[in-house]
């Protein structure tokens, strides 16, 4: 660091050195200005020359050893810790700007973390209350007694009409069990309804599509799994469980084109797939987006974080850089050797480090 220091020394009105007196007195008696003094007498110097070393000892001591009673001021400001404004902010946004100074980047930073706070909690509720809604509506439209009923008799269909193989024996269909209100369930009944489920995936497993001949993608999930109520309204092969899919069977007990689900219509469609499956579907799916959005704002609370923490310290390291090139000027009070004041002003200018 290259500095450029300059002192100046001048004599303040007479007044003063009344005034100061007794400090005077105090000083004058201190060890070192006795030792200069002891100096100046005892050496091989005329009265001139000794009042030249007088001075310049005077000087040296004041300027350089601390004799100086420092009632100045200085246009440098204190630095600012560049670690300590980082984790503020990253901890609280805007905590790091307020300790550098910048009130308003503060305020704005504080405001941004409350609308993405706010934001999220909105967003997130709005997505659990959704959720909420199609696992009741699933509760009440599907039933799984019903898609035994119809897995039955799709086993017999594929045994009888397309040489299926099916080893696994027809699903043992409970009742006398409230399906749509599963709080309500004794441990006994959660036995139960759960044989009914391992029985219905037995048959899954060996079950097949007659127009593709392809296996059966996915089976049953638990009850009230977050896959079950996700797969009876994505997959046709679950849409015989709700409660407006068309009966199977004709009045003379033969299958009808209804048994399944899977039979391609004009234009790729699904003629045996009832309204509330996609009702379901679109539900289900606007759930799933909001709750994913909500996702998505928390990742964005985090990134707020770093930023700001980061905008935190970038300022006070430059503000640090700035104060390098403050002129430093300083003022203090001291005393010639006949016991008068004198004011000391240094100047300090740094230009680089």
Request: with cysteine.
């Amino acid at each position: 660091m290259r500095e450029c220091k300059v002192s100046h020394v001048a004599v303040w009105m007479l007044a003063l050195s009344m005034s100061a007196s007794g400090v005077v007195a105090q000083h004058l008696s201190g060890p070192r200005l006795a030792e200069t003094s002891s100096v100046v007498e005892h050496g091989p110097h005329s009265g001139e020359d000794r009042a030249e070393l007088t001075a310049a000892s005077l000087r040296s001591m004041i300027l350089e050893n601390g004799l100086v009673q420092n009632t100045g001021w200085s246009k440098a400001e204190k630095e600012r810790n560049v670690a300590l404004a980082f984790g503020a902010s990253a901890i609280l946004p805007g905590a790091g700007q307020w300790l550098n100074g910048q009130r308003i980047k503060a305020l704005v930073a504080v405001g941004l973390e409350a609308a993405i706070i706010t934001s999220y909690v909105v967003t997130r509720k709005s997505g659990l209350d959704e959720e909420d809604a199609f696992r009741a509506f699933a509760h009440s439209k599907w039933d799984p007694t019903k898609y035994a009923s119809w897995l039955n008799d799709y086993r017999d269909y594929l045994i009888a009409q397309h040489a299926g193989s099916i080893s696994a024996p027809p699903v043992n269909i409970i009742s006398g069990i409230d399906l749509s209100q599963p709080s309500g369930w004794s441990a006994a009944d959660r036995d139960l309804v759960q044989e009914m489920f391992n029985q219905i995936t037995a048959i899954e497993r060996e079950a097949f599509h007659p127009e593709t001949g392809a296996a059966f993608s996915h089976q049953l999930p638990d009850f009230a799994d977050q896959q079950y109520y996700e797969l009876i309204g994505k997959y046709f092969q679950f849409a015989p469980g709700w409660d407006d899919y068309p009966a199977w069977r004709g009045t003379d007990d033969e299958f009808l084109s209804t048994i399944d689900p899977e039979l391609t219509g004009p234009g790729g469609s699904k003629p045996n797939v009832s309204d509330t499956f996609y009702r379901y579907a679109r539900d289900h799916a606007d759930a799933q987006d909001l709750l994913r959005k909500a996702s998505r704002i928390s990742t964005l609370l985090v990134f707020n974080h770093v930023i700001a923490g980061i905008d935190a310290a970038v300022s006070a390291k430059l503000f640090n850089d700035r104060q390098a090139r403050w002129l430093d000027t300083r003022m203090g009070l001291a005393w010639d050797p006949d016991g008068k004041p004198v004011p000391v002003a240094s100047m300090r200018l740094t230009i680089g480090r």
